[in-house]
Nanobody
Framework: QGQLVQAGGGSVQAGGSLRLSCVVS?????????LGWYRQAPGQERESISR????????WYADSVKGRFSISQDDAKNTLYLQMNSLKTEDTAVYYC??????????WGQGTQVTVSS
C-alpha cells in the first residue's frame, strides 16, 4: 500500500552534492501523509533531518542540515527528493525516507548509504 522505494546516495567528497529520491507507491499516502527524511550513522541514534507536512505541506529542517539540504517533490511521480549540498564528513550515514505518523512512520524506505570523504 505505502511502499517507499529509495534511490540515489553514494560516495562524494566533502563539499559535494547528492540527491536522494523516494518514490511512494500510493498516491494518497504521498499527498496526505507527512513525509520525512531520516539518517542513522554507525553507533548513533536515528536522526530526523527533514520533513514535509501532510495536507499543509509545511517544511522543516534540522539545524544540522538547514541551509545545505532541501526537500522537494514531484507530484506527478509521487516522488520526494532530498537535495544535499555542501556535504560534510559528518553527514555520512544511511538515509531513510518515511511516511505517515512520523516520527514512528507507518512506511519506510529501504535505506541508502551516503558516504562523505574528506
Amino acid at each position: 500500500q505505502g511502499q517507499l522505494v529509495q534511490a540515489g546516495g553514494g560516495s562524494v567528497q566533502a563539499g559535494g552534492s547528492l540527491r536522494l529520491s523516494c518514490v511512494v507507491s500510493d498516491g494518497y499516502v504521498f499527498r496526505s501523509c507527512a513525509l520525512g527524511w531520516y539518517r542513522q550513522a554507525p553507533g548513533q541514534e536515528r536522526e530526523s533531518i527533514s520533513r514535509r507536512g501532510g495536507y499543509d505541506g509545511t517544511i522543516w529542517y534540522a539545524d544540522s542540515v538547514k541551509g545545505r539540504f532541501s526537500i522537494s517533490q514531484d507530484d506527478a511521480k509521487n516522488t520526494l527528493y532530498l537535495q544535499m549540498n555542501s556535504l560534510k564528513t559528518e553527514d555520512t550515514a544511511v538515509y531513510y525516507c518515511a511516511a505517515c505518523r512520523l516520527p514512528l512512520g507507518d512506511y519506510w524506505g529501504q535505506g541508502t548509504q551516503v558516504t562523505v570523504s574528506s
